[in-house]
């Protein structure tokens, strides 16, 4: 959702449109009965209040009306470099994408719209503390920094709101500001933090290595409040 909403900020959509975010809804002939989490309907509300609620249906709409090769090609401008899958679900997470690419990406929003390759060694010295290799920055700016400054906002939002960052919200408690969104697949197949302060990007992905089996907890479905929200909370909060 995240990058489906830099792909319309792009496209020149506001985060303050108003969209009817009832549940369920048809939103194209091969997606004809798209519910929110729970089946919750919300009304009217705006673009960012519906990424702070997490919107099924308000997205559902967003990238069906800006299409799914605008959501590709800013994927791929952002850093991630998996193909996203040509169909309208892909808006939601149904692309399958590495922890690697989704910390470049979110990354690229943080430092003002700027790409920067991941490195693993920025520098190595000899025994004698001698400098023999120092990483140069490459960063290119690929998003207009104004846009940057305005989707890190809605992202900060969703943080305050604390509707599904609730426990990042309550726990986290470094004196600075923090963007992010949770994402939850199917069935607890897979649950995501993505979250960033100024200084530092940090996600964290629960799930299966192999296949979409979910992940249980007391025999039930987990959440991201039990599982990716505390890891990065507890990582960030040292840090």
Not at 203 to 226: F, K, S
């Amino acid at each position: 959702k995240t990058f489906t909403l830099l792909a319309a900020m792009l496209d020149g959509m506001s985060p303050t449109v108003m969209l009817n975010c009832s549940s369920p809804m048809y939103i194209s002939p091969g997606w004809p009965n798209l519910e929110n989490y729970g089946n919750n309907n919300y009304g009217y509300i705006s673009l960012a209040r519906a990424t702070e609620l997490s919107s099924n249906t308000a997205y559902g709409q967003v990238i069906e009306a800006i299409g799914i090769e605008k959501l590709q090609q800013t994927a791929l401008l952002v850093g991630i470099d998996t193909p996203v899958k040509p169909v309208l679900a892909s808006s939601l997470g149904s692309t399958e994408v590495t922890p690697l690419e989704m910390c470049e990406g979110y990354s690229t929003i943080a430092s003002g719209g700027v790409h920067r390759n991941p490195v693993a060694i920025t520098r190595i010295e000899d025994r004698n503390g001698n400098v023999v290799y120092e990483h140069q920055d490459d960063g290119e700016q690929v998003v207009d920094s104004a846009i940057a400054e305005d989707i890190t906002e809605v992202l900060e939002g969703v943080f305050n709101a604390g509707y599904t960052t609730s426990y990042v919200n309550a726990y986290f408690n470094a004196n600075q500001p923090v963007a992010g969104k949770t994402g939850t697949a199917d069935d607890a197949a897979d649950l995501w933090f993505c979250g960033f302060t100024p200084q530092l990007t940090t996600v964290v992905w629960m799930g299966h290595r192999q296949g979409n089996d979910p992940v249980l907890i007391y025999g039930r479905y987990a959440e991201t409040y039990e599982t990716s929200q505390p890891i990065w909370t507890d990582y960030m909060n040292t840090v």
